[in-house]
């Protein structure tokens, strides 16, 4: 079963930063290209980013909006992925999913609520 | 980036009615559309993806269609469970966008 545990979220300010951890199991990781996508409160769904898996370059495409502020990164030996955020916008409040996948989402996180708000 | 319109915006059926969703791409996306499903404080479930392949544990009644820029979503007799919100994901060109959703509410 693929389990994907995300953490990290919680209240920031604007211009401030966070980093959300997701724990995965369940699937060959290293193999895997992992994504983040986001809803903010009450909308739909939006693709924030993803990171190709190590063999295929471990590469990554974000976004315009959070391009230069948020970076995706893997550690494939703990089976985790992360997103850095950087100078928060209020727009960028949202639950955070990490989910599996770099094109299209197969399983997903129960995500992490991210409120940026002063 | 592509933008894909949904259509309608709401849905409202009863249970055993069918129900036929539209996502319109503003370019093709070739065969590159998924579409989930997200109930009420759950999270999104994949249905499809490559346009036409089921995703695992997906029931029969669900069905869809579609290439380019026009695909359709289809349940064949609507289940109390069903009732939910419906997105539609292309990943035909960068950035991969979602459409803005169809709700399928008890009528």
């Known amino acids: 079963e693929v389990q994907l545990v995300e953490s990290g979220g919680g209240l920031v300010k604007p211009g401030g930063s966070l980093r959300l951890s997701c724990a995965v199991s369940?699937?060959?990781?290293?193999?895997?290209?992992m994504s983040w996508v986001r809803q903010a409160p009450g909308k739909g769904l939006e693709w924030v980013g993803h990171?190709?898996?190590?063999?295929?370059?471990?590469?990554?495409d974000y976004i315009t909006p959070v391009k230069g502020r948020f970076a995706v990164s893997r550690d494939d030996s703990k089976k985790m992925l992360y997103l850095q955020m950087n100078s928060l916008k209020t727009e960028d409040t949202a639950v955070y999913y990490c989910?599996?996948?770099?094109?299209?989402?197969?399983?997903w996180g129960q995500g992490t609520l991210v409120t940026v708000s002063s | 980036e592509i933008v894909l319109t949904q259509s309608p915006g709401t849905l409202s059926l009863s249970p055993g009615e069918r129900a036929t969703l539209s996502c319109r791409a503003s370019?093709?996306?070739?065969?590159?559309l998924a579409w989930y499903q997200q109930k009420p404080g759950q999270t999104p479930r994949l249905l499809f993806y490559?346009?036409?392949s089921r995703a695992t544990g997906i029931p029969a009644r669900f069905g869809c269609s579609g290439s380019g820029t026009d695909f359709t979503l289809t349940i064949t007799r609507l289940e109390p469970e069903d009732f939910a919100v419906y997105y539609c994901?292309?990943?035909?060109?960068?950035?991969?966008?979602f459409g803005q959703g169809t709700k399928v509410e008890i009528k």
């Open positions: 490559d346009a036409s």
């Open positions: 370019q093709s996306v070739s065969s590159y």
């Open positions: 369940g699937i060959t990781f290293n193999n895997a290209w």
């Open positions: 989910v599996t996948g770099g094109h299209y989402f197969g399983s």
């Open positions: 994901q292309q990943y035909g060109s960068s950035p991969w966008t």
């Open positions: 990171i190709k898996s190590e063999a295929d370059g471990g590469t990554t």
